[in-house]
């Protein structure tokens, strides 16, 4: 491995996601915020729901009740009257349903003078959740959908059909209540109905949509769940208001202001990249081939979220597959090294948020005994990459605003 490279990624990465943090954001956005007198009440969802509750707590100084449903290992502490719990992502939970419970029960019965503070980030499709099938069936469809290689957008197309929370369903149960969504988003092009299957806002997706997804990937659906397909979700909402806090596009930004404080001339090719993961490392992997040896050291930028179509039963994430794949294009290549990570600090179901690799990480990989398109096929990026020391570990962030991968070459 190339050491000083490899302090190079850490430091870009370090860097771009402390400037993405959430907690910023969320002060800006609550200038705006009114309350109308009754009582003042914070739900919030995702991956960066405890960073974002956090933070509106204290510009706050106190809220009347709230619940917290985030990931797993993402509760970093407690929030005076609020109650963090975790659950299950990317697929739901029990502990998932429960948490979702408690923020319905929190937020029944509501009146007009009353407001739901409602913070929402990437992984609350999984994470608030009140299923309208069985949950068992409820998570055989997530995993469905997540092998299939279905985009973001097109999967919760599905999920808000068949949930009592998504799709605007969220902020028909605060009514009369007004709900102030604020938003850290996780899709490409910020699709308010889309981030975290859109449980306050209005849905544009219709169920002729639905139908066609289903059947572009075989979905296997029971007849209760292909009936909610035909029915319509909300279209208009006349309680809520929304603010986006943050998106992909500031964290590319930020990256290449880092890769620059380093010396390198930042070229951010996207911040809509939507392929196959191990597509994208291919390609991000020729475009440093063809510019090794030319001029000023670069650094390649590519923000968004890639899928990966599952073909086998290894271990790892987008990220570290997208890493991996790159490696056999920058065989050799001096001062040459792609990563790949997510921004919330986990990829795929591991506790790598992502991969490295540089002109070393191939050969390193054969001297292992490891076959790097075999290890594609069977989906086992992390053992992999753990094997030559290029799994990125950071831990849970705070934020999630999709994924950055860069290719930096002398």
Known sequence: ???SLFQNAQQIIQGSLRAVLPDEAVRRALEDFRPRGGKTLLVAAG??????AKAAADALGRVDGGVVATKYGHVLGDIPGVECLEGGHPVPDENSFAAT???LELT????????????????????????????????????????????????????????????GRFALHCAPARVFSIVLSDIIGDPLDMIASGPAYPDSSTRE?????VKRYGLRLSPKALAL??????KSLENVETRITGSVRELCAHAAAECEKLGYAPVILTDRLCCEAREAGSF???????????????????????????????????????????????AGLPHAAVFSLGSDGTDGPTDAAGGYV????????????????????NNDAYHALQKCGGLLMTGPTGTNVNDVAVGLVQ
């Open 1 to 3: 491995m190339d050491c």
């Open 47 to 52: 991956k960066a729901a405890w960073q974002m």
């Open 101 to 103: 419970r408690r923020a």
């Open 108 to 167: 029944a019965g509501l009146s007009e003078q009353d407001t739901v503070l409602f913070l929402l980030s990437g992984g609350g499709s999984a994470l608030f959740e009140k299923p309208l099938i069985p949950g068992g069936e409820l998570q055989d469809i997530t995993n469905q959908l997540l092998a299939s290689g279905a985009g973001i957008v097109e999967m919760n197309t599905l999920r808000k059909r068949l949930s009592g929370v998504k799709g």
């Open 209 to 213: 949509e639905a139908l066609e997804i």
């Open 229 to 234: 397909l035909e029915e319509e979700t909300p």
């Open 284 to 330: 991000l992997g020729s475009i440093l081939k063809t510019h090794a040896g030319q001029g000023r050291p670069t650094a390649f930028i590519a923000g968004g979220e890639t899928v990966v179509h599952l073909t086998g039963k290894g271990l790892g994430g987008r990220n570290q597959e997208l890493a991996l794949a790159a490696a056999p294009l920058i």
């Open 358 to 377: 540089d002109g070393g990480t191939a050969a390193a990989l054969e001297k292992a005994g490891v076959d790097i398109p075999a290890v594609l096929r």
